[in-house]
């Protein structure tokens, strides 16, 4: 028996959320490699080696290969899939683009948004936003899981030895191409590996409110910015902020929300947040249910003066 984890990566080195499936990976049992498929990517293929738990890492290199197109990686994971019991995808944007088609193609079941690996055919998931756990067991000959991240501690980056084995390319699918990328620049923390985190709701009620109030308390505490749905429906904060059922889920270690209800969409979120602390001025909202700390205020006067204490 052994589990297959499609790393996430820039062709240089390892993204965090490939460690968290690599914990995940282990749960399962067995043997662990990794699939390195990228361009020019043998550096993230030697950092993918030193992760603890790894056995081997399958380097591919092509040049369909260098942008993760869901096609490409999808048929790359296909072409070694019959060795492997589990593959294991982090449930990001690239994860979710590629797990679909292959689960597809294997005709299998795809297990979504993994939490916990409670044996090596049975595993724990999310459902009705967080507000259930299914416990769920698959008779499926490959297991195609997409693991969310906040679910598993991160595997450590080095004290790994696995060999790196190259691997032949699938010929590139034609089927998409890739044309650019606008990358926003941000000095702050990714708000998915961040430590801590300040969002901000729809309570704030304008972009400029939004940066006057929430941003120098992110800066004060080195944190990254995140936003309720409401607060990015409104515009006073962009999409890549977003946290909760259908933006980002996050787990720091830090979670400080101001002005934002609590709605279950928000909560699916963020609510396995190490410590939470909520500040609004309405003492019914279902935010304080989840907080470890609450303080009901105006939160365009408490924000500032916890700023100046700082």
């Excluded at 790196?164 to 990328?181: C, Q, R």
């Excluded at 709605?263 to 979120?269: K, P």
């Amino acid at each position: 028996m052994a589990s297959l984890v499609i790393a996430e990566h820039d062709n240089a080195s390892i993204k965090g959320a490939t460690l968290n499936t690599v914990t995940a990976a282990v749960a399962c049992g067995g043997d662990v490699h990794v699939l390195v498929a990228g361009h020019n990517a043998s550096a993230a293929a030697q950092v993918a080696a030193q992760i603890a738990g790894v056995s081997k890492v399958i380097h591919v290199d092509a040049e369909g290969l260098a942008h993760g197109l869901a096609e490409n990686v999808a048929a790359q994971v296909l072409a070694i899939a019959g060795n492997y019991t589990h593959i294991l995808f982090p449930a990001t944007a690239s994860g979710k683009n590629v797990a679909p088609r292959v689960a597809a193609k294997l005709d299998v079941a795809q297990l979504s948004d993994v939490t916990l690996v409670v044996s090596a055919d049975t595993f724990e998931r999310p459902i009705y936003a967080g507000n259930a756990i299914a416990t769920v067991q698959s008779k499926d000959s490959v297991k195609v899981l997409t693991v969310r991240t906040t679910g598993f501690d991160a595997a450590a980056a080095t004290g790994g030895s696995a060999n790196v084995e190259s691997a032949a390319a699938t010929t590139d699918s034609g089927k998409s191409s890739f044309k650019g990328s606008e990358i926003a620049k941000n000095d702050r923390p990714e708000l998915t590996a961040a430590k801590i985190i300040v969002s901000g709701g729809r309570a704030l009620g304008s972009a400029e409110k939004f940066a006057e109030v929430i941003t120098p308390l992110a800066d004060k505490l080195g944190a990254a910015m995140g936003a309720s749905r409401a607060a990015v429906d409104a515009g006073y904060a962009p999409n890549d902020w977003q946290v909760g059922q259908t933006g980002k889920i996050v787990a720091p270690q830090l979670y400080v929300a101001c002005g934002i209800s609590g709605a279950i969409q928000h909560l699916a979120g963020m609510k396995d947040s190490k410590v939470i602390v909520a500040i609004n001025k309405d003492p019914e909202a279902p935010i304080f249910s989840v907080a470890d700390y609450g303080l009901e205020a105006d939160l365009f006067a408490a924000v500032p003066e916890l700023v100046n204490a700082l």
